[in-house]
């Protein structure tokens, strides 16, 4: 092999490590996407304040079984969630309705009667942070 031939296949074998190499970086990176960010809840009412006292972080993971309905209930807290599976309708009592499927978001409402319903084939599952107050509940049932 000639030198500039052995000179082009080194500069091409070189070419194409770095490429792999930086498609191997690229998939290494840090990746951020904001799921929910909002100060109102998914029907637009606007969050309420935090009350004073001892912050309590709670945080749910819920399996809801396909075509179960949960009773109406209400939240007296700040609470969000992430669908992981499945799909989730939720109802308020004036029955206006908000679908979710895997993947999607939502900020829940504050003191407003509801219910969830998983009208799917599938269970649904979802993961829910309620921010409230220690003692303070963070479901409550009619």
Do not use: C
């Not at 960010?37 to 819920?62: C, E, F, H, M």
């Amino acid at each position: 092999m000639t030198m500039k031939k052995t000179l082009v296949s080194s500069i091409t074998f070189m070419t194409l490590m770095l490429s792999q190499l930086a498609f191997a970086q690229a998939e290494d990176e840090l990746k951020v996407e904001v799921l929910a960010k909002t100060t109102k809840s998914w029907n637009g009412d606007t969050l309420p304040a935090y009350k004073p006292g001892q912050p309590q972080v709670t945080i749910l993971r819920i399996v809801i079984p396909a075509g179960m309905q949960l009773p109406l209930h209400k939240h007296p807290v700040i609470n969000a969630g992430v669908l992981l599976k499945g799909e989730l309708t939720v109802v308020t009592e004036g029955k206006d309705r908000f679908h979710m499927k895997a993947g999607d978001s939502i900020v829940e409402l504050v003191n407003k009667w509801h219910y969830g319903k998983n009208e799917g084939t599938e269970a649904a599952e979802i993961i829910v942070f309620y921010a409230g107050n220690q003692e303070q509940a963070i479901t409550l049932k009619k």
